[in-house]
């Protein structure tokens, strides 16, 4: 896979478009390591990322299994290959490389991984390796990290909920008066005092906390070079499966609490409603004080507070007799008579006296020092980079690494947090109304659009990928569990994959979680995204087909100029300039459950003949000496063609 311009291509020189998915959602949790028990289920049937024990004992996790297991991966990925999902997004987590202690690598995992590849390559799938994590690591309500990364800085991961330091799926019952934790509510751990804290010293540790130490480095090196070391003893380990594509930096990176202006004021949550502590009350709240924080719910009257809430009600402190808060050390704040007292409220609000921009001042140096040291593990490696969720990119320029692609993530914002989807209504992320089809269509083109042309005015125009997108099946209360109905995640998909192929992106949906069912959903955090689910007999069943398996341009000899599929009608339309140079075909991904088994086709290319080829499920198009433009319909047998 070469980059060439903003276009990926392949070793014969066709342009290619990326399409596949997030494999999987499940990956995020390990294996259970012994059968294990919950209230009234059999072991069998209870996830481990879902119980409260999963999250003791942290070195002994294992994620060798995940996503599936060897003896399942020929039956798997022979069915990616039959929906045209030749690209994979690998989720590997920093926990599963190193959760035993810092330098000490799982190998098994690492075995299990390389079996994995090799698997895909045979089936010709390929894959790029996404360091994954979300809210800092399970121990703080997500994913990622290795428990020893809090413990290194004196925190106890146990007390985590106690404190209010960050709630977790797992224990939020405990403290919650046996209450379920809410849907979709794990993002509101980026504004907890644990994940806030860990993310602004691994990014900004050198600038805010400069005299802080651990193992004799500072915080920010020692955090970084663990991790960065972890995912190269990986890539060395790996390197010679040729499945790879190249390699995440990392998912949804956060600025913690960098450029916030006042520690005393919570700003621009990620989740606006719940409980709100600003960053001092969080502060306060995990050295041992209760705090009275707000709790913020829809009203008539629009976004209220609807009651307040106390963190840390037992007064127990986060921290291990002789470590204290970083920031306290770092002179943010202090303890007098009692009570906490904020010395330096806009202590993150500069940077070199000017407001920081985190994506350039403090993600893009990782990401140099991240692709420089592992371009020493392979040449030619393509690097995937992400800024955070609902945030900016870096700006990247002619003298940064060149085989970069913008692998930014999109959510229907209203239809994720809600649940629910309406075909001719939303919002968007400023509060405005979508109205109509159209609007909603539209909405989403411009979504798109905008990060399409950030990048080729701020990013050098790299290709663009969309690693992330998707819908929550049990939306709408859960109705298409009742009645079997999946017709409004079907239009919702079709929305977003028409979308998708206006613009010409490369794209991965999340996520494929073989482990999925409908009692538990995908096994994290309560999401239940996964376009799979667990049949009787422990087979995949796909989900809402008709939104996501439809035609596309696989390789094309030459250059893409816009596809649209109707589903309605069972047509594709394709058009694109070839260039003769290129003797490799044009390969179409064509499944006969859009187009049957013997689809029409009708090619035009300027009075020329072209040979054409149907394989089950591929159109391959050969161009001989012809130099321009193409046009092609696809479309089901007894469909009248559409006027070109």
């Given at each position: 896979?070469?980059?060439?311009?903003?276009?990926?291509?392949?070793?014969?020189?066709?342009?290619?478009?990326?399409?596949?998915?997030?494999?999987?959602?499940?990956?995020?949790?390990?294996?259970?390591?012994?059968?294990?028990?919950?209230?009234?289920?059999?072991?069998?049937?209870?996830?481990?990322?879902?119980?409260?024990?999963?999250?003791?004992?942290?070195?002994?996790?294992?994620?060798?299994?995940?996503?599936?297991?060897?003896?399942?991966?020929?039956?798997?990925?022979?069915?990616?290959?039959?929906?045209?999902?030749?690209?994979?997004?690998?989720?590997?987590?920093?926990?599963?490389?190193?959760?035993?202690?810092?330098?000490?690598?799982?190998?098994?995992?690492?075995?299990?991984?390389?079996?994995?590849?090799?698997?895909?390559?045979?089936?010709?799938?390929?894959?790029?390796?996404?360091?994954?994590?979300?809210?800092?690591?399970?121990?703080?309500?997500?994913?990622?990290?290795?428990?020893?990364?809090?413990?290194?800085?004196?925190?106890?991961?146990?007390?985590?909920?106690?404190?209010?330091?960050?709630?977790?799926?797992?224990?939020?019952?405990?403290?919650?008066?046996?209450?379920?934790?809410?849907?979709?509510?794990?993002?509101?751990?980026?504004?907890?005092?644990?994940?806030?804290?860990?993310?602004?010293?691994?990014?900004?540790?050198?600038?805010?906390?400069?005299?802080?130490?651990?193992?004799?480095?500072?915080?920010?090196?020692?955090?970084?070079?663990?991790?960065?070391?972890?995912?190269?003893?990986?890539?060395?380990?790996?390197?010679?499966?040729?499945?790879?594509?190249?390699?995440?930096?990392?998912?949804?990176?956060?600025?913690?609490?960098?450029?916030?202006?006042?520690?005393?004021?919570?700003?621009?949550?990620?989740?606006?409603?719940?409980?709100?502590?600003?960053?001092?009350?969080?502060?306060?709240?995990?050295?041992?004080?209760?705090?009275?924080?707000?709790?913020?719910?829809?009203?008539?009257?629009?976004?209220?507070?609807?009651?307040?809430?106390?963190?840390?009600?037992?007064?127990?402190?986060?921290?291990?007799?002789?470590?204290?808060?970083?920031?306290?050390?770092?002179?943010?704040?202090?303890?007098?008579?009692?009570?906490?007292?904020?010395?330096?409220?806009?202590?993150?609000?500069?940077?070199?006296?000017?407001?920081?921009?985190?994506?350039?001042?403090?993600?893009?140096?990782?990401?140099?020092?991240?692709?420089?040291?592992?371009?020493?593990?392979?040449?030619?490696?393509?690097?995937?980079?992400?800024?955070?969720?609902?945030?900016?990119?870096?700006?990247?320029?002619?003298?940064?690494?060149?085989?970069?692609?913008?692998?930014?993530?999109?959510?229907?914002?209203?239809?994720?947090?809600?649940r629910s989807f309406r075909p001719w209504f939303g919002f968007r992320p400023d509060g405005r109304p979508v109205l109509g089809r159209r609007g909603m269509a539209a909405y989403y083109r411009d979504s798109l659009g905008r990060a399409l042309a950030w990048t080729g005015e701020r990013m050098g125009d790299m290709p663009c990928l969309l690693g992330e997108f998707g819908i929550p099946f049990d939306m709408n209360g859960g109705r298409a569990y009742?009645?079997?109905?999946?017709?409004?995640?079907?239009?919702?998909?079709?929305?977003?994959?028409?979308?998708?192929?206006?613009?010409?992106?490369?794209?991965?949906?999340?996520?494929?979680?073989?482990?999925?069912?409908?009692?538990?959903?995908?096994?994290?955090?309560?999401e239940d995204n996964s376009i799979v689910s667990r049949g009787p007999g422990g087979e995949a069943l796909g989900r809402a087909l008709a939104g996501w398996l439809r035609p596309y341009p696989m390789a094309t000899a030459g250059i893409p100029l816009g596809c649209r599929w109707d589903r309605k009608k069972g047509s594709f339309r394709f058009r694109y300039r070839a260039e003769a140079a290129l003797k490799a075909p044009t390969e179409i991904f064509?499944?006969?459950?859009?187009?049957?088994?013997?689809?029409?086709?009708?090619?035009?290319?300027?009075?020329?003949?072209?040979?054409?080829?149907?394989?089950?499920?591929?159109?391959?198009?050969?161009?001989?000496?012809?130099?321009?433009?193409?046009?092609?319909?696809?479309?089901?047998?007894?469909?009248?063609?559409?006027?070109?």
């Amino acid at each position: 896979m070469l980059i060439r311009q903003n276009r990926i291509i392949d070793e014969r020189g066709r342009t290619l478009i990326l399409r596949g998915l997030n494999l999987g959602g499940d990956s995020k949790v390990p294996l259970p390591p012994a059968p294990v028990s919950g209230p009234g289920r059999a072991s069998s049937q209870v996830p481990w990322g879902l119980l409260a024990r999963s999250l003791d004992n942290p070195s002994e996790a294992s994620f060798a299994g995940r996503p599936f297991p060897l003896e399942e991966a020929d039956e798997r990925l022979a069915q990616l290959v039959r929906w045209g999902f030749i690209f994979v997004r690998l989720p590997v987590t920093w926990e599963a490389l190193e959760h035993q202690g810092p330098g000490q690598y799982d190998e098994s995992y690492l075995a299990y991984l390389r079996k994995l590849l090799l698997a895909m390559e045979k089936h010709g799938i390929s894959a790029y390796i996404d360091p994954h994590q979300d809210v800092w690591s399970r121990f703080t309500g997500g994913d990622g990290a290795p428990a020893w990364t809090l413990e290194g800085l004196g925190m106890r991961p146990e007390l985590m909920d106690a404190t209010g330091a960050a709630f977790t799926w797992q224990r939020y019952g405990e403290y919650h008066g046996g209450r379920p934790c809410p849907p979709m509510s794990w993002p509101a751990n980026y504004n907890r005092y644990a994940g806030a804290t860990m993310f602004s010293l691994f990014f900004a540790g050198n600038y805010y906390a400069p005299d802080l130490r651990v193992g004799g480095e500072s915080v920010q090196d020692w955090l970084q070079g663990h991790y960065i070391a972890a995912m190269r003893h990986a890539y060395r380990r790996l390197k010679n499966c040729a499945a790879i594509a190249g390699w995440g930096t990392m998912n949804e990176p956060n600025a913690g609490f960098v450029g916030h202006r006042d520690l005393a004021s919570p700003e621009k949550p990620l989740i606006p409603l719940g409980p709100a502590p600003s960053p001092f009350q969080a502060m306060l709240a995990a050295s041992g004080h209760r705090v009275e924080v707000p709790v913020y719910g829809i009203t008539p009257l629009g976004r209220r507070v609807i009651r307040r809430e106390t963190l840390n009600p037992q007064g127990l402190s986060l921290f291990r007799p002789g470590f204290s808060c970083p920031w306290m050390r770092a002179g943010l704040w202090e303890e007098r008579g009692g009570e906490g007292r904020l010395l330096r409220k806009d202590h993150f609000a500069l940077y070199r006296g000017r407001p920081p921009r985190f994506e350039d001042d403090f993600l893009k140096p990782f990401m140099l020092k991240f692709i420089e040291s592992m371009k020493g593990a392979r040449e030619g490696t393509v690097f995937f980079i992400e800024g955070p969720a609902n945030g900016g990119h870096p700006a990247w320029g002619g003298e940064d690494p060149p085989n970069t692609v913008n692998a930014f993530h999109w959510y229907d914002g209203f239809s994720l947090y809600t649940r629910s989807f309406r075909p001719w209504f939303g919002f968007r992320p400023d509060g405005r109304p979508v109205l109509g089809r159209r609007g909603m269509a539209a909405y989403y083109r411009d979504s798109l659009g905008r990060a399409l042309a950030w990048t080729g005015e701020r990013m050098g125009d790299m290709p663009c990928l969309l690693g992330e997108f998707g819908i929550p099946f049990d939306m709408n209360g859960g109705r298409a569990y009742k009645t079997g109905d999946y017709s409004a995640q079907e239009e919702a998909l079709s929305f977003y994959y028409d979308a998708i192929d206006e613009a010409g992106l490369h794209s991965t949906i999340w996520n494929y979680s073989a482990g999925h069912s409908k009692e538990w959903g995908d096994g994290w955090n309560g999401e239940d995204n996964s376009i799979v689910s667990r049949g009787p007999g422990g087979e995949a069943l796909g989900r809402a087909l008709a939104g996501w398996l439809r035609p596309y341009p696989m390789a094309t000899a030459g250059i893409p100029l816009g596809c649209r599929w109707d589903r309605k009608k069972g047509s594709f339309r394709f058009r694109y300039r070839a260039e003769a140079a290129l003797k490799a075909p044009t390969e179409i991904f064509a499944p006969a459950e859009c187009l049957g088994e013997k689809p029409e086709y009708r090619c035009e290319a300027g009075g020329n003949s072209l040979q054409i080829e149907y394989a089950p499920s591929r159109l391959l198009i050969y161009h001989g000496d012809y130099d321009g433009e193409v046009k092609l319909e696809l479309r089901r047998a007894g469909v009248r063609q559409q006027g070109s």
